[in-house]
């Protein structure tokens, strides 16, 4: 096995293999194009982001700076949206559902590093999937920890670190992240 494949099958792998940095030169290459191109310049800016995400929605808007590994793990929905300072370690897939919003300096790992210092030092990773239903607001500042799924309808306040999954339809909030409450009908503007 290929230490790509062991990274994709989210077992140990090297991430210095060349494989992979390999890879990650040719996306930050791709993200320093993307990072550079004007705002108002949309179009531009999506096919750029369309040549390395796996998939998006027709409309995806992600603003600058934005960083990922690979680009090749994350799929966004339709009516996506990330502001600035975004980072997404897609060493294992992030799968973004449709509606999704994500505030700034939000970011999203998949990634882990071997426990055993030694270990740690010669460069084994290990990667865990995250799931992030449709309808989704993740709050600035917050972290996704990889092996975890946030539900459809939900919302994570600002500077929280999710650390396990998340139901559908509740807010979460803290370090670790706990859900405080649901989002009922009483939430609603317009009632």
């Known amino acids: 096995m290929t230490e790509k494949e062991k990274m994709l099958a989210g077992k140990y792998y090297l991430g210095c293999d060349e494989e992979l940095i390999q890879e990650r030169e040719r996306t930050i290459n791709l993200l320093f194009d993307f990072n550079n191109t004007r705002p108002k310049l949309r179009k531009e800016r999506e096919q750029i982001i369309k040549k390395f995400f796996q998939s998006t929605g027709e409309s995806c808007w992600i603003e600058s700076p934005f960083f990922c590994d690979h680009g090749y ?5 339709e009516n996506f949206f990330a502001a600035t300072n975004c980072v997404m370690l897609d060493c294992g897939k992030i799968s973004i559902g449709d509606n999704v919003l994500i505030g700034p300096n939000v970011g999203i ?24 239903g449709d309808d989704v607001w993740i709050g600035g500042n917050a972290s996704i920890l990889g092996g975890v799924t946030v539900g459809n309808n939900s919302i994570i306040a600002a500077g929280s670190v999710v650390t396990r999954d998340i139901p559908s339809g509740v807010i979460a909030a803290g370090n670790p992240a706990k859900v405080i409450r ?7 503007i317009n009632k």
Do not use: L, M
Request: charged letters at 30%; glycine letters at 6%; proline letters at 3%.
């Open 109 to 132: 790992y998949t990634v882990n590093h071997a426990f055993d210092s030694k270990e740690r030092a010669q460069g084994y990773e290990r990667s865990s999937p995250v799931i992030i």
């Open 182 to 188: 649901e989002i009922t009908k009483e939430d609603k």
């Open 73 to 77: 793990n994350i799929s966004v929905g």
